[in-house]
C-alpha cells in the first residue's frame, strides 16, 4: 500500500478513537453533588469532641431503646411487687375474730387500729370488707357487720352495705401443733445466735474484751 495511504488510514484511526471519547464520557451517570451538611455540624473540637463521646456511648455501652427487647429496669421488681401487694389486700379489708372484744360487736385495741387504716384505704380499695364469720354464733357475726358499717358513717366513709360481707378468714393459720414448732423453733434460733454475735464497739470497750 501506498505509505501516504496508509498514514492517511492511521491518522483518521486515531482520530476517531478522539471524536469517541467524548461521546463515552457524556454517556455515564452525572455524578452526584458532594453533601453540604457535615458529618458532624457541631463547631469547635471540644464540642465535637464531647458530641463524638456522647454517640460511642450510645452505641458501645448504652444502646438504642427502640432495639431493647427487655422491658426497661425495674419491672420484674415492680410486678413482684404488685403480686405481694395484691395478696396482702384481702388481710388489709378483713376483721377478724381478734379484732373484736370476745363475745361483743366492739373493737379490741388491736381491732380499732386496724379498722383506722383501714377507713383510710377504702377510697382506693373496691373489693369487699370482710368480717369473719362465727358459725357457732350467726347473729353475733351479723352485729359486727352493722357495727362496721354504722362505724363508717360517722367516720365520714360510707360504703354500700352490699361491700361488707360475712366471710370466713382468708388464711386459715396454722394448727396448734405446727404453731407450738414454730415458737420453738424461733426461741431456738434467737438462744443459739445470740452467742455467736460479737458485741458492739462500745460494749466491747466497757467489758474490756479485745
Known amino acids: 500500500m501506498n505509505p501516504i495511504m496508509i498514514r492517511i488510514v ?3 484511526y486515531v482520530a476517531s478513537i478522539l471524536g469517541l471519547a467524548p461521546a463515552v464520557v ?3 451517570a452525572p455524578a452526584e453533588p458532594p453533601s453540604e451538611t457535615a458529618v458532624c455540624p457541631r463547631r469547635g473540637r471540644l464540642h465535637r469532641m464531647f458530641h463524638h463521646t456522647a454517640h460511642t456511648m450510645e452505641d458501645r455501652f448504652v444502646g438504642y431503646p427502640q432495639n431493647f427487647i427487655e422491658p426497661p429496669v425495674g419491672y420484674y421488681v415492680n410486678e413482684q411487687f404488685a403480686v405481694q401487694v395484691a395478696k396482702a389486700d384481702p388481710h388489709r379489708f378483713t376483721l377478724y375474730r381478734s379484732d373484736f372484744l370476745p363475745g361483743t360487736n366492739r373493737f379490741s385495741p388491736t381491732g ?4 383506722n387504716i383501714m377507713a383510710a384505704r377504702i377510697p382506693g380499695w373496691l373489693g369487699p370488707v ?3 364469720w ?3 354464733q350467726p347473729e353475733l357475726a351479723q352485729s359486727r357487720r352493722q357495727a362496721i358499717l354504722d362505724t363508717l358513717v360517722k367516720a365520714g366513709q360510707p360504703i354500700l352495705a352490699d361491700r361488707v360481707v360475712i366471710a370466713p378468714s382468708p388464711y386459715p ?8 414448732n414454730n415458737y420453738i423453733n424461733t426461741i431456738t434460733r434467737s ?7 460479737g458485741l458492739p464497739p462500745a ?3 466497757d467489758s474490756g474484751v479485745r
Open 112 to 115: 380499732a387500729s386496724r379498722f
Open 26 to 28: 457524556q454517556a455515564q
Open 10 to 12: 492511521r491518522w483518521s
Open 130 to 132: 370482710t368480717v369473719e
Open 203 to 205: 460494749n466491747t470497750a
Open 173 to 180: 393459720g396454722a394448727m396448734g401443733v405446727e404453731a407450738a
Open 191 to 197: 438462744q443459739t445466735t445470740a452467742p455467736a454475735l
Open 134 to 136: 362465727t358459725p357457732e
